[in-house]
């Protein structure tokens, strides 16, 4: 299992960028697949962006040329490098760990089932 806490959410306007932190506190975190899920009132959980063990990256739709996901094995730490923010970004972000397998599928990755430790969040607003 690993402890995650997420930080870097904040207010920005659109067209804005943000750099989303999650702290891992096991040295093994190079050992599981990471991602990143967000949640607007209202809505299911969605997955945003992940990556496993081999760096191998799975992004949304939604996201994609606007978000990067990243990881540095050696402080533990998943990063979410967010630009051309827009309202419907807004949501609480989670930070996400599993066991990583690389016969998981892009869709199994961005899927919330499919992992076992959480952070607590944190709120990302976007204004028009």
């Known amino acids: 299992q690993v402890r995650l806490v997420e930080s870097g959410g904040g207010s920005v306007q659109a067209g804005g960028s943000l750099r989303l932190s999650c702290a891992a506190s096991?040295?093994?975190?190079?050992?599981?697949?990471m991602g990143w899920f967000r949640q607007a009132p209202g809505k299911e959980r969605e997955g945003v962006a992940a990556m496993d063990s081999d760096g191998v990256t799975s992004v949304a739709d939604s996201v994609k040329g606007r978000f990067t996901i990243s990881r540095d094995n050696a402080n533990n730490t998943l990063y979410l490098q967010m630009n051309s923010l827009n309202p419907e970004d807004t949501a609480m972000y989670y930070c996400?760990?599993?066991?990583?397998?690389?016969?998981?599928?892009?869709?199994?990755?961005?899927?919330?089932?499919?992992?076992?430790?959480w952070g607590q969040g944190t709120q990302v607003t976007v204004s028009s």
């Open positions: 996400a760990a599993t066991r990583s397998f690389s016969w998981m599928t892009p869709s199994q990755r961005l899927s919330a089932p499919t992992y076992n430790d």
């Open positions: 096991r040295y093994a975190f190079s050992r599981f697949c």
